[in-house]
Nanobody, 122 residues
Framework: VQLQASGGGTVQAGDSLRLSCAAS????????MAWFRQAPGKEREFVAAISWTSANTRYADSVKGRFTISRDNANVYLQMSSLEPEDTAVYYC??????????????????WGQGTLVTVSS
């Protein structure tokens, strides 16, 4: 099972960026997909999650209204707008170990991508 994140880069405050995550090795159609991030010197934190049917989404308060999570087939995306320097972090896509588990708790996430770095300059 592999999750391959891509799309990171260096942008200026106010810019937009779209992250992608390609899942392979098993079907993810019944699994929640999520994005987490880890800024330098900080713990990994939840960013956004989307349920297996896309019917449910959840966002961290810090990104609500600016980020949008979506999915299709074996891919999950994170559209980031109005980026702020505080959004600078390594972004990870992840999936829980169990199907039909809509959770934001990182402990319940078993599959993790390698991370993609997003740097937002002021």
């Amino acid at each position: 099972v592999q999750l391959q994140a891509s799309g990171g880069g260096t942008v200026q405050a106010g810019d937009s960026l779209r992250l992608s995550c390609a899942a392979s090795g098993r079907t993810f159609s019944t699994y929640t997909m999520a994005w987490f991030r880890q800024a330098p010197g900080k713990e990994r934190e939840f960013v956004a999650a989307i349920s297996w049917t896309s019917a449910n989404t959840r966002y961290a308060d810090s990104v609500k209204g600016r980020f949008t999570i979506s999915r299709d087939n074996a891919n999950v995306y994170l559209q980031m707008s109005s980026l702020e320097p505080e959004d600078t972090a390594v972004y990870y896509c992840a999936s829980p170990s169990s199907p039909y588990d809509f959770t934001t708790n990182p402990i319940r996430y078993y599959y993790w991508g390698q991370g993609t770095l997003v740097t937002v300059s002021s």
